[in-house]
């Protein structure tokens, strides 16, 4: 069974909970229901091999690690908390991708998200 890491899901303009799954070859961040109907993104699959973590250095520790996921056309945030972010990383470089992180001092990210087509 994949590594599946439940996360703060934000699409378009949307947050709301998800899952990050973790496969060989293979990262797909998926929004949890509400947050499906309402944006109409089923699934974002990672394209590059490479994925940004954003790690904001003045944010509380539950909501300071955010992991850019990006297919080329929709781009989303998995959010998780700060003690979690060595599992993941770890899961990730297992899975043949490379993590380059960005530290901020208050970003999310949330600026990389393209709102509504």
Same mark, same amino acid.
């Given at each position: 069974?994949?590594?599946?890491?439940?996360?703060?899901?934000?699409?378009r303009?949307?947050?709301?909970?998800g899952?990050? %799954?973790?496969?060989? &070859?293979?990262? !797909? +961040?998926?929004?949890? *229901?509400?947050?499906? $109907?309402?944006?109409?993104?089923?699934?974002?699959?990672?394209g590059?091999?490479?994925?940004?973590?954003?790690?904001?250095?003045?944010?509380p520790?539950?909501?300071?690690?955010?992991?850019? %996921?990006?297919?080329? &056309?929709?781009? !989303? +945030?998995?959010?998780? *908390?700060?003690?979690? $972010?060595?599992?993941?990383v770890?899961q990730l470089?297992?899975?043949?991708?490379?993590?380059?992180?960005?530290?901020?001092s208050?970003?999310?990210?949330a600026?990389?998200?393209?709102?509504?087509?």
């Amino acid at each position: 069974m994949s590594p599946s890491f439940q996360v703060g899901a934000s699409v378009r303009s949307v947050s709301g909970g998800g899952h990050l %799954i973790v496969e060989q &070859d293979y990262v !797909a +961040l998926e929004p949890g *229901p509400l947050t499906r $109907r309402v944006t109409h993104v089923e699934r974002v699959v990672q394209g590059p091999r490479t994925i940004q973590m954003i790690r904001g250095r003045l944010l509380p520790p539950w909501m300071n690690t955010h992991f850019v %996921i990006s297919d080329g &056309d929709e781009t !989303a +945030l998995a959010g998780v *908390p700060g003690w979690s $972010r060595r599992g993941i990383v770890r899961q990730l470089q297992q899975a043949g991708f490379s993590v380059e992180e960005e530290v901020s001092s208050f970003s999310r990210g949330a600026e990389r998200i393209r709102p509504w087509p």
